[in-house]
């Protein structure tokens, strides 16, 4: 079976100083290879198609034989790594906390350690007939983030 660590060091070696970034790298037992990468201006087909054949000609299929896939980060995929979310700042997500508490929001702000997010709230003020929507600005850690995606709309 290839090693993970093996396929990392590849990916990230020829993605070095450029626009993409990795995402995600997968390796099952059966030797399909899926890898992953985004772009702050997007991922074309030929971006993917020359570093599948610089992870081909790294690899030897007489040693080892094995299936490769090398793609874009899907637009409704959860996000997996935090250029992922710097790219979104600005945008409408949905974040599933690990208490089971879904909530939708602008992303406003990133850190290493939180993101910011201006979420929208309806409150009854006392003594108010009607409801009132206000904006609230929230601050969530990563270790209470259980998935993040992005919210596509069509108008």
Known sequence: MLDKSVINQIVESYLQGGEHYLVDVKVTPDNRIQVEIDSFAGVSLD???AL???LESKLDREVEDYELEVSSAGLSSPF???K???KNIGKEVEVLTTD????TGMLNAVSPDAVGLTVEKVIKEEGAKRKKTIQEEITLSFKNIKTTKLIIRFK
């Open 100 to 103: 089971g508490k879904k909530m």
């Open 47 to 49: 971006d993917c198609v």
């Open 80 to 82: 997996k790594v935090l």
């Open 84 to 86: 992922q979310y710097e």
């Open 52 to 54: 599948n054949r610089f």
